[in-house]
């Protein structure tokens, strides 16, 4: 199974300025700058389209820029590096806080082909009629294709509150196509929630950690102390689905189970290698823990459980994760564009590297979604809850 492409926070340094005009910038790209890159080659090609292509007057200078910017980044080989246009960088900044505006629908990556997890409850997507497997084959009439990267198709879903989009879609176990134009709107996804689960006779915390926002540390906290106060002992850490989000959210999560000033992850940069380690917490679980996770939870939650794995404080139960050892960070450009690229990788508390292997889980248990869907059992879920409770 193809894996789904979630992001962690990155950022380096631009080489261009997008305030200056079309003409400055394709000047400026021809001149030397002894980095063994040959500027001039894109100064030619412009050349030649402002010469011969059939519909010059047509062009966006502007857009001209972006697609130069998008092509440096494509050229790296590397799928977490990325430049984002202002629409596209407002909406991955208000993403990474919980706050969309979209369609609400969860969705994943499959034999490169984009597939409708499931709607959220009372959100567009539902109340459109998208099903758990469908398979998105247009945006607003663009065709998909084998797709490599998820991120690009969930920015083309979203969009403003309000505006409609078009996609297109095969619904589970049939043959043709129909289009369903969905009206976006504001979807609110909580970091982190909690409910109390009784099975065999024993309560359980059952808590989803959707993703790692800046807040996250606080917001668990808080929670945790109503887990602690409740008396409970035993906690399932849902992180399937969580793509990651702020790394420093993964070490402040940790420092909840962790001792203080034990390393949780260490990133390793061009120049040196640096321990991150717990940080000191008023509240701490010291009970028997669970962490579940699937082959979409990456980054920030893959440090959380391979952390916790390696310190023998939860048994891990899923499937493999993503397998993305590498951190990103974000430059944001004057005109309201953004670079974001990867800048370091990172290792487990142990000095391993995940990246393209994944967590393996202690107990692997794989989702049965067709259950799912007909009866909403949780095949991954029960398997925790019997594993805490036996």
Do not use: C
């Amino acid at each position: 199974m193809k894996r789904l492409f979630t992001f962690l926070v990155v950022s380096l340094l631009l080489f261009f300025s997008y305030q200056l005009g079309q003409q400055t910038m394709f000047t400026r790209l021809t001149q030397s700058t002894g980095d063994g890159v040959n500027y001039s080659i894109a100064n030619s090609v412009w050349k030649l389209v402002q010469d011969h292509y059939l519909r010059v007057d047509d062009v966006d200078p502007q857009q001209i820029s972006y697609g130069l910017a998008k092509g440096l980044l494509y050229a790296l080989g590397d799928i977490h590096s990325t430049y984002f246009e202002p629409d596209e960088a407002q909406a991955f900044f208000t993403s990474l806080n919980g706050e969309l505006q979209g369609i609400g629908a969860e969705l994943k990556l499959e034999d490169g082909l984009v597939k409708i997890v499931s709607p959220l409850p009372d959100s567009p997507a539902e109340k459109a009629g998208l099903r758990s497997g469908d398979i998105i084959l247009k945006v607003d009439g663009g065709y998909l294709g084998t797709v490599s990267s998820l991120v690009d198709v969930v920015m083309k879903i979203r969009g403003p509150k309000g505006s409609p989009v078009v996609l297109t879609i095969v619904h589970e176990g049939e043959s043709r196509s129909v289009d369903i134009t969905i009206v976006r709107d504001e979807i609110h996804l909580e970091a982190v929630t909690w409910k109390l689960e009784e099975y065999h006779g024993e309560q359980v915390a059952v808590v989803t950690l959707s993703t790692f926002t800046e807040t996250i540390g606080v917001e668990f906290e808080a929670l945790l102390s109503q887990i602690l106060d409740a008396g409970v002992d035993k906690m399932v850490l849902d992180l399937r689905f969580n793509g990651g989000g702020y790394l420093e959210g993964s070490i402040n999560v940790l420092s909840s189970f962790i001792e203080d000033g034990q390393p949780v992850v260490y990133i390793r940069d061009q120049e040196s290698e640096i321990a991150r380690n717990a940080e000191g917490r008023s509240k701490h679980f010291d009970g028997t823990v669970v962490v579940l996770v699937n082959e979409s939870s990456a980054s920030a939650s893959e440090i959380v459980a391979a952390a916790l794995k390696e310190y023998g404080i939860a048994t891990v139960i899923g499937d493999t994760t993503f397998g993305k050892g590498t951190v990103q960070e974000v430059f944001p450009l004057p005109d309201g564009s953004m670079l974001r690229i990867t800048i370091a990788e990172w290792l487990t508390s142990q000095k391993v590297s995940i990246e393209g292997e994944g967590v393996h889980p202690d107990q692997e248990v794989d989702m049965d979604f067709d259950q799912l869907k007909e009866t909403e059992f949780d095949t991954q879920m029960d398997a925790a809850l019997q594993f805490l409770t036996k």
